[in-house]
Each structure stands twice: as C-alpha cells, then as structure tokens.
C-alpha cells in the first residue's frame, strides 16, 4: 500500500473543512485535483472514505477509522519538522498568523515588516477575521498564533493569552454631522442615532456591549441601521453618512487626521481594551512561533519603557 502525505493532507482537510471545494481552496488546489487525490487514496486502500450526498460529505465508518490515523501521522510530520527547523536553527519556516479585523488590518502590516527585516527567510501568512473565528482556528491548529482584541467568554483553558496592547473605542460620527465639534455625548443620546454596528464574534461589539450594559441591556436596543463585518466597511458606512458607530480609534486615525469624521467619548465612560498574542499550550511551538513570540514581548516592553510604563 503506497499512501503519499499529499494525500493523507488532502483527505485530513476535506474532513475538518467538510467540503471538497473549500479544502481545495485551503491547500491552494482545483477542486478535480484534490478529488483525484482522495480517488486515487481510495483505489489504494481498497474501500470508500467518504458519502457524497450532493455538495455534502460524510465519513464512512472506514473514513473515521483512518481520520483519527491520519491526523496522528500529520502531527507527527510536523513535530519532525519542528525538530529539524530547531536543530538547524532559525533559518527559514512557515509562521501562519491569524488577526481580528483591528490588529489584523491596523496593526499586524506594521508588524510584520519589522519581524520579517529580522528573519527574511520566514513565509508569513496572514488570516483575518473576528476574535472568536480566530481563536478557533488557533485551536484546531490552523493558525500557529493569533492576535485578538477580546479572550473574555471565549478564553479556553488551553489557550495562553499575552497583552499586547492598548486600544480605545470612541464614538465616530460623519463631517457636518451636529455632534462635530464634541468632545463628549451622553449615552442615552446614541440610542435614539442610526447605528452600525459589527457582527456577533467581534471582539469590538463584545468591549462595547460591557461598557455600555450600565445604560442598555443589550446592543438591539440601538437604532440599527446596518450590520457590517469590518471596521473598514464600519468606516466607509460612516463617511457616506449611513450612521454613526463606535469603533477602535486605531482605525480612524488617517481619516481623522483628513478631517472626514469626528470621534467623541460617551460622558463618563472610557472604553479601553487590549489586544492579546493567542495560541494554543497544548501544541509544540515552531522555532518560528517561538521567535515571533519573543518578538513581540520584547517590542512591548521597549514601547512601554520609551513611554514610561514600566516601573
């Protein structure tokens, strides 16, 4: 029986991902590629791994026999790997980083760039979404690290968590709208506004839903007049003059700095939350990993000590 690790990759990734086309896409294929590859996996072992019922797949009780095997396998391919990159040190690597939409739009480039002047050889690939999609997809092993702005109800036990850091959420409202030239609005007055707001999983509209539960019980009881799933879209919705919201001050800065919208605090309120470097305990970090961790530590203590916060 001869079984490749393109295959047992293409089979592992059909199963976590439950579709041939999405599996295709994840591992940069055509979809009649990854479909050869599980029939000739098929035609190797001698039985069927999977039911196809329209776009649907299912394991077959063989398939789930040989699922179970076949992530063993991987997992140790890959600690093979990791050994090797050790023993022959930081050179070159994969560092799969994933970022809710504030550091993963604002903050990671930045980042990045710096990390990769110092270790040109390694590939990084980022993955944007909300804070909960992410810390998923660190778990299920994905994505190697993760930078979220909320770990609070989703925080799991096998995830370890550093601060990173700091962010403020200010309400933005649009050029010539009446509250301009404010600095701050009372709280009772933002319900009765247009308001856009971010997806369930965000970990913006989370921060902002704890900061205003004290005045509302709950984000529906805002004048909704859009749901959006980036601070971008958030932004450009705001500009047009769809409504007001409130969003990372982080993501506002050049459009402040251009004087096309207007950010103010609620009266007696200061949202601030952090960013946090996610991943997963349980797993064996690449030296990649490892690099990138101590990077990021040591980049945060040198801005905390430039501005004065380290005692």
Same mark, same amino acid.
């Given at each position: 029986m001869s079984i490749s690790l393109r295959q047992l990759e293409a089979f592992c990734k059909i199963v976590e991902t439950g579709s041939f086309s999405k599996a295709a896409d994840e591992i940069c294929l055509t979809q009649s590629s990854i479909s050869e590859r599980i029939a000739s996996l098929e035609e190797e072992i001698g039985v069927k791994l999977f039911d196809r019922f329209g776009r649907? /797949? @299912?394991?077959?009780?063989?398939? !789930? +026999? @040989?699922?179970? !095997?076949?992530? =063993? #396998?991987? *997992?140790e391919k890959e600690r093979i790997c990791l050994e090797m990159?050790? #023993?022959?040190? $930081?050179?070159?690597?994969? $560092?799969?980083?994933?970022?809710?939409?504030?550091?993963? *739009?604002?903050? $990671?480039?930045? /980042?990045?760039?710096? +990390?990769?002047?110092?270790?040109?050889? %390694?590939?990084?690939? %980022?993955?944007?979404?909300?804070?909960?999609?992410?810390?998923?997809?660190?778990?299920d092993g994905h994505l190697h690290l993760g930078i979220v702005g909320f770990v609070g109800d989703h925080k799991n036990p096998n995830i370890e968590a550093v601060k990173v850091c700091k962010d403020e959420l200010v309400v933005v409202v649009p050029k010539g709208h009446r509250w301009s030239n404010r600095d701050e609005v009372e709280a009772h007055e933002i319900i009765k506004e247009p308001f856009i707001i !971010? *997806? =369930?999983?965000?970990?913006?509209? =989370?921060?902002?839903?704890?900061?205003?539960?004290?005045?509302?019980?709950?984000?529906?009881? $805002?004048n909704i007049i859009a749901t959006l799933g980036s601070s971008t879209a958030v932004k450009e919705g705001i500009k047009s003059g769809l409504g007001i919201s409130i969003i990372s001050i982080k993501a506002i800065e050049s459009e402040l700095n251009a004087g096309l919208v207007s950010a103010l605090r609620i009266k007696g309120i200061k949202m601030i939350r952090y960013f946090y470097l996610i991943w997963d305990k349980r797993r064996t970090k690449s030296p990649a990993s490892e690099a990138f961790?101590? @990077? %990021?530590k040591e980049k945060r203590d040198y801005e905390r000590l430039r501005k004065g916060h380290i005692r």
């Open positions: 649907k /797949v @299912f394991l077959t009780d063989a398939g !789930r +026999f @040989f699922y179970i !095997r076949a992530k =063993r #396998f991987l *997992e990159q050790d #023993f022959l040190g $930081l050179k070159k690597g994969e $560092l799969k980083i994933g970022g809710s939409t504030i550091p993963g *739009e604002y903050l $990671l480039p930045k /980042v990045i760039k710096e +990390f990769h002047d110092t270790y040109p050889l %390694i590939d990084i690939k %980022i993955t944007v979404n909300d804070s909960k999609k992410i810390q998923d997809m660190v778990l !971010r *997806e =369930r999983g965000s970990g913006t509209l =989370r921060v902002m839903e704890q900061y205003l539960k004290k005045y509302i019980n709950s984000s529906e009881e $805002l961790i101590k @990077f %990021i």
